[in-house]
């Protein structure tokens, strides 16, 4: 399996813009992450997903952001519009499910917001 | 609710030393612990995890960690450092419920001097 695939790895947007960020899990995972990575915050859980399902969007930090996944296969994190304090490392993780398998991570997007 | 502490935001060593990066761990229950290792630029990959079975985990690249409930704590050694292992490391416990999430420790960059 390539692991965990995310696009684009790199993005730079005008403030306002929309911005839409990418994810294919592992096949065969059933849980899909979504965090954030700043060097204020370190690294922050946004959202999960389980089996496709959202179970705990507490971490989306605003109503600008919103996360979807609509097959197995593909999820996506949007962030409508974008604000220059949005810039940071998104990160996609995707893992069987439970409380002692690890999480297995993508390379990451860059997202700058200017 | 779980969380973990990394004691040292940065930690530099020399070639050959010993590597010693400290985590302790908060949890109501039986906790889940793993070690990450992010190089510049990349995502996060699995060091070594911790599931309630031997106390002393060991994982890849001559890393190795051990869980003292007694005293909360999952520290991550190596005997001796090389150049290559100059990262950033972050300590994680699974979160609450059987979801498998996440919660991640502030990160230890480790540098080696030559």
């Known amino acids: 399996d390539a692991g965990v695939i995310q696009s684009p790895r790199h993005e730079v947007t005008e403030m306002g813009q929309e911005v839409t960020l990418r994810c294919k899990p592992i096949?065969?995972?059933?849980?899909l992450f979504w965090y954030r990575q700043t060097m204020m915050r370190g690294l922050e859980l946004l959202i999960y997903?389980?089996?496709?399902?959202?179970?705990?969007d507490s971490g989306m930090p605003e109503d600008r952001f919103s996360a979807k996944m609509p097959n197995a296969s593909f999820s996506t994190l949007k962030i409508q519009p974008s604000e220059p304090r949005d810039s940071a490392v998104y990160f996609c993780?995707?893992?069987?499910?439970?409380?002692?398998?690890?999480?297995?991570f993508g390379q990451g997007t860059r997202l700058t917001v200017v | 609710a779980q969380s973990v502490t990394q004691l040292g935001s940065h930690v530099s060593v020399s070639e050959g030393a010993l590597v010693l990066l400290r985590c302790n761990y908060s949890?109501?229950?039986?906790?889940?612990l793993f070690w990450y290792v992010q190089y510049p630029n990349q995502g996060l990959q699995l060091l070594l995890k911790?599931?309630?079975?031997?106390?002393l985990v060991k994982g890849i690249n001559g890393f190795e960690a051990e869980f003292k409930k007694s005293e909360t704590s999952f520290h991550l050694t190596k005997p001796s450092a090389h150049m290559s292992d100059a990262a950033e490391y972050f300590c994680?416990?699974?979160?609450?419920?059987?979801?498998?999430?996440?919660?991640f420790g502030q990160g230890t960059t480790l540098q080696v001097k030559p």
């Open positions: 911790y599931t309630s079975a031997a106390t």
């Open positions: 993780a995707s893992s069987l499910g439970g409380k002692r398998t690890e999480a297995f």
């Open positions: 949890s109501s229950v039986p906790p889940y």
């Open positions: 997903f389980n089996n496709n399902v959202p179970i705990d």
């Open positions: 096949s065969g995972h059933n849980s």
């Open positions: 994680a416990v699974s979160g609450d419920g059987n979801t498998g999430k996440l919660i």
